[in-house]
């Protein structure tokens, strides 16, 4: 059985319970370098086979996930964040598929959430938003014409984009292009969980400058919406004029 685990933003606390107990037993890890963060790897046991996959391809990827499974180890392929999100474990899953070998995936906190709690914001405001779109602007990975940032920002919803920090600049005026006007409020989340976390505030206008001055070119979310402005409505869960399920309404 192969593991594929979720690490979790960076702080090594933000793992699931199951996803450290994995590493607790494990027998081999192959983690993603490039992202998740070595502290991680401290719960591993003595004697536990460890790779980083920055430098290695698909082919060696998978090649050591079999050798460990072979051996009959806990193995684990350690992903940043969630797996699901921009993990590139469909085509590893595919592999282990066409030669029958068992896998499991453990999810992990996304760094989009431990963005928002670095930001300390709330994505779905009533009054403001109730959709949060993710995406990202295409880089060498090419985005499907349909979901062009300028298209995705005319619905105004809450967005998140990932592996854009590199393309500030564009991304905003696209943002701007879709309809966002300039003074939407934007954010710069550097590392969230880590401990060098920094959060950068500002506009779509003042943010590709401001990213530029602090130097913060990756590892970073960019968040934009009226949610991270002033104005929102109370929600209906907690008005007392309301009842639902679980309380009455107040007279
Ligand atoms: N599966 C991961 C995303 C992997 S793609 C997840 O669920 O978070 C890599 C991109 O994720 C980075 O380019 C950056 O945009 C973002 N990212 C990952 N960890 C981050 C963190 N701690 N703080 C801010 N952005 C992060």
Not at 160 to 189: D, H, N, R
Request: proline share 7%; net charge negative; with cysteine.
């Amino acid at each position: 059985m192969i593991h594929f685990v979720g690490a979790g933003p960076g702080a090594p606390d933000l793992i699931t319970l199951r996803g450290a107990e994995l590493l607790r037993r494990a027998g081999m890890i192959v983690y993603a370098g490039s992202l998740v963060n070595p502290a991680l790897l401290e719960y591993a046991p003595e004697g536990c086979e460890i790779h980083d996959s920055a430098s290695m391809t698909l082919d060696a990827v998978v090649e050591k996930l079999l050798e460990g499974h072979g051996r009959g180890v806990t193995t684990v392929r350690l992903h940043t964040g969630d797996p699901s999100l921009y993990g590139a474990i469909r085509e590893q899953m595919d592999r282990l598929r066409e030669r029958d070998v068992p896998f499991e995936i453990v999810p992990g906190v996304s760094s989009f959430c431990a963005a928002a709690a670095a930001a300390q914001a709330e994505y779905t405001l009533p009054g403001v938003s109730q959709t949060l779109i993710i995406s990202r602007m295409a880089g060498r990975t090419p985005v499907p014409e349909r979901e062009a940032i300028r298209s995705l920002a005319s619905h105004g919803a809450s967005m998140v984009l990932f592996l854009s920090t590199g393309m500030l600049g564009k991304l905003c005026a696209e943002l701007i292009a879709g309809g966002y006007p300039e003074e939407t409020p934007a954010a710069l989340v550097h590392k969230a969980s880590w401990p060098d976390e920094r959060v950068l505030r500002g506009t779509l206008s003042s943010l590709p400058a401001d990213a530029e001055a602090e130097g913060i070119v990756r590892t970073a979310l960019v968040l934009v919406g009226g949610f991270l402005g002033d104005r929102y409505e109370l929600s209906k869960l907690y008005d007392p004029r309301f009842g639902h399920g679980y309380r009455k309404p107040m007279p």
